[in-house]
T-cell receptor
């Protein structure tokens, strides 16, 4: 499902910060997630935020949640070449068990 | 803990055949969700099983079915394969349906 919207591409220089944005649809989503997918691999759960939180920080990752605007962002500090991947935002519009994903943002890190 | 395992990793089938994919969740996890990933449709939810019961179902035809065993291992079956069923099939394991950890996927090619 692509009711969750993300920009498709982001280019960033190594060492800079990356910010990936997402707009989700359902204000009742309990959790919101960020996943990373490298070529030929499954999805790696990076972080998630409970809907009653505004911000969550986990090492180089910072998640910001604006419930009023249904906007979620992921900031990666000190971006490295190993961060090149597709990043997916996901929500839980129908409760547990079902994730609804955006189309993914391809992040390319240049030296 | 061992991660989520999926077998087989690659599969080639002919139109009209059927296929069974297997997923072994992380030990102690009782929820298994299945997703289909294609370039055109992105990530789409198929179904979720929790303690051997289907708890959630996506919008796929009845040719797609699944089950879960008492040890939480899950299988999904696709009957009467169509070319459009070619995709990466991902399963995700979770203790409760929210925090989902994905396996590497099964790449199905239908010819």
């Amino acid at each position: 499902g692509e009711d969750v919207e993300q920009s498709l591409f982001l280019s960033v220089r190594e060492g800079d910060s990356s910010v990936i944005n997402c707009t989700y649809t359902d204000s009742s989503s309990t959790y919101l997630y960020w996943y990373k997918q490298e070529p030929g691999a499954g999805l790696q759960l990076l972080t998630y935020i409970f809907s009653n939180m505004d911000m969550k920080q986990d090492q180089r990752l910072t998640v910001l949640l604006n419930k009023k605007d249904k906007h979620l962002s992921l900031r990666i500090a000190d971006t490295q070449t190993g961060d090149s991947a597709i990043y997916f935002c996901a929500e839980t519009p129908e409760g547990r068990g079902k994730l609804q994903f955006g189309a993914g943002t391809q992040v390319v890190v240049t030296p | 803990k061992a991660g989520v395992t999926q077998t087989p990793r690659y599969l080639i089938k002919t139109r009209g055949q059927q296929v069974t994919l297997s997923c072994s969740p992380i030990s102690g996890h009782r929820s298994v969700s299945w997703y289909q990933q294609t370039p055109g449709q992105g990530l789409q939810f198929l179904f979720e099983y929790f303690s051997e019961t289907q708890r959630n179902k996506g919008n796929f035809p009845g040719r797609f079915s699944g089950r879960q065993f008492s040890n939480s291992r899950s299988e999904m079956n696709v009957s009467t394969l169509e070319l459009g069923d070619s995709a990466l099939y991902l399963c995700a394991s979770s203790p409760d349906g929210y925090e989902q950890y994905f396996g590497p996927g099964t790449r199905l090619t239908v010819t």
